[in-house]
């Protein structure tokens, strides 16, 4: 199964700014999926990140709060911009197909002070 | 709203016992899916078990599925205290976009 590197691992942020992820697989990949989970709770699908089309959003999630990015096969991006406290949560990225099941990142910890 | 309801919530057992955790859901699935992950990190997958299927083992753990009652349980045999973890359920719908739909988890506890 595929090996994903993400980073960073956590990071603590003020509010107003805004904090990149980053996700890198060691193969070529058609759909990388972003997850939130927020702290004591469950994993939500934010996106769905297609390379060279537009990440589809879940109800909820908007592109302006959540930018990603796909530029190639092994690569994606997640912004979440303007923090603020709410935002607070473990963001993952996660790869693979129904037929086999999903790898997913480390995570990253995000706290926003 | 969320496709899978776990429970336990929590569950504290002695090293050496079993642990069972449940998970219903409420719509068609392809698959159903457990997770573990440690201390708030990232998702480590355990198993699989398609639609079509009853029962799967893998190692110590044993994951059942009945579709009739729209529920699945993980069983872990001989538990030890590297177990101690969230385990999740997640569901696959049959048709559409790909989407992983998550339970609240199990958190399990195991004492030494």
């Known amino acids: 199964s595929a090996v994903i590197s993400q980073k960073p691992s956590r990071d603590i942020c003020q509010r107003g700014t805004s904090l990149t992820i980053q996700c890198q697989v060691d193969?070529?990949?058609?759909?990388m999926f972003w997850y939130r989970q927020q702290p004591g709770q469950s994993l939500t699908l934010i996106a769905t990140?297609?390379?060279?089309?537009?990440?589809?959003?879940e109800s909820g999630f908007v592109i302006d709060k959540f930018p990603i990015s796909r530029p190639n096969l092994t690569f994606s991006t997640l912004t979440v911009s303007n923090l603020s406290p709410e935002d607070s949560s473990i963001y993952l990225c996660?790869?693979?197909?129904?037929?086999?099941?999903?790898?997913f990142g480390s995570g990253t910890r995000l706290t926003v002070v | 709203s969320q496709q899978g309801e776990e429970d336990p919530q929590a569950l504290s057992i002695q090293e050496g016992e079993n642990a069972t955790m449940n998970c219903s859901y409420k719509?068609?699935?392809?698959?159903l899916q457990w997770y573990r992950q440690n201390s708030g990190r990232g998702l480590v997958h355990l198993i699989l078990?398609?639609?079509?299927?009853r029962e799967k083992h893998s190692g110590r753990l044993r994951v059942t599925l009945d579709t009739s009652k729209k529920s699945s349980s993980l069983l872990i045999t001989a538990s030890r205290a590297a177990d101690t973890a969230s385990y999740f359920c997640?569901?696959?719908?049959?048709?559409?976009?790909?989407?992983?739909?998550f339970g609240q988890g199990t958190r399990l506890t195991i004492n030494p």
């Open positions: 719509t068609s699935i392809n698959n």
């Open positions: 996660s790869v693979g197909d129904r037929a086999r099941g999903y790898t």
């Open positions: 990140a297609n390379q060279g089309s537009e990440a589809t959003y």
């Open positions: 193969s070529q990949v058609t759909m």
């Open positions: 078990i398609r639609s079509n299927e």
């Open positions: 997640a569901t696959d719908p049959p048709k559409g976009a790909q989407k992983l739909v």
